[in-house]
């Protein structure tokens, strides 16, 4: 599986951005997306994620009420539209999908593809 990461950018603090994620094959049928976010000097921290079969998500506490998981079984694309953005959001994010319908699991570890990542820059 390949990922394509895209749709990262500059915006004012309150903005929004729809990242987007676009994967190589058939299908992710079986699979989970994630979103993970990295800035500078910090672990790679889990965003949220959803089984690509029913759609069914997960957020992180940091991404509650302000961020939306989705994806588009056919175009094979899974989707962060990220509203209501701090500076604290800065990061470089990137998508991720493993073999699995299970969405509660937030390592990155079990993650076996990973897109190359999208920056993203909040500022105040």
């Known amino acids: 599986v390949q990922l394509q990461a895209s749709g990262g950018g500059l915006v004012q603090a309150g903005g929004s951005l729809r990242l987007a994620c676009a994967a190589s094959?058939?299908?992710?049928?079986?699979?989970?997306m994630g979103w993970f976010r990295q800035s500078p000097g910090a672990e790679r921290e889990f965003v949220a994620s959803?089984?690509?079969?029913?759609?069914?998500?997960y957020y992180a506490d940091s991404a509650k009420g302000r961020f939306t998981i989705s994806r588009d079984y056919a175009k094979i694309t899974g989707y962060l539209q990220m509203n209501s953005l701090r500076p604290a959001d800065t990061a470089v994010y990137y998508c991720?999908?493993?073999?699995?319908?299970?969405?509660?699991?937030?390592?990155?570890?079990?993650?076996?593809?990973w897109g190359q990542g999208t920056q993203v820059t909040v500022s105040s």
């Open positions: 991720a999908v493993r073999f699995g319908t299970t969405v509660s699991i937030g390592r990155s570890s079990a993650f076996s593809y």
């Open positions: 094959g058939p299908s992710l049928s079986g699979y989970v």
């Open positions: 959803i089984g690509w079969n029913l759609a069914n998500t």
